[in-house]
């Protein structure tokens, strides 16, 4: 069960059901349920843009937390114009697979990018160190040295941008 103690701090959870739309709300916890084919997620039904959208303009979230890309309602969330900015994916399972490539230093339009949002809100960037010991790197196959994280701490602290 989730708690809020924070007045300021509105939640609600958006998940897909196979009968009709629910909506309702526990504990001051707003729920939606959209309809989507979970069974068949290889076929992409666009009906789930509009029932998205319709949760999006009646809950108006700062942040859209999306879980993975194997269901089509992720793609749906990114493909509403006026709510994809909006949209944060989470993508798991793939650590070894991209870490050789995603911290061999971060490009300098992503560090420009970085330090443009940094300008309009309140921006951290998490780094993912799993360790600062090299033998441990090597046995966890990270796949860059420990100089390319500092690097990228500097490089963004350097921009007023806080690494966490």
Aim: charge should be negative; charged fraction near 25%; include cysteine.
């Amino acid at each position: 069960m989730i708690a809020l103690k924070n007045n300021d701090l509105q939640l609600a959870l958006a998940f897909p059901v196979q009968e009709e739309a629910v909506h309702g709300e526990v504990d001051g916890i707003q729920y939606y349920g959209f309809p989507e084919d979970s069974n068949h997620p290889e076929q992409y039904d666009a009906t789930l843009e509009s029932a998205l959208g319709f949760i999006c303009e009646e809950f108006h979230p700062d942040v859209i937390h999306c879980f993975g890309t194997e269901y089509p309602h992720t793609l749906a969330m990114l493909r509403i114009k006026e709510w994809k900015s909006k949209v944060l994916v989470h993508i798991q399972g793939v650590i070894e697979l991209y870490a050789k490539e995603y911290c061999t230093g971060l490009p300098e339009d992503v560090v420009e990018l970085l330090s443009e949002l940094n300008q309009k809100t309140k921006l951290w960037v998490e780094l993912g160190l799993q360790t600062a010991n090299e033998t441990s790197a090597q046995f966890i196959r990270r796949g860059y040295p420990l100089s390319v994280y500092d690097r990228a701490v500097r490089e963004l602290k350097a921009r007023g941008i806080e690494v966490i």
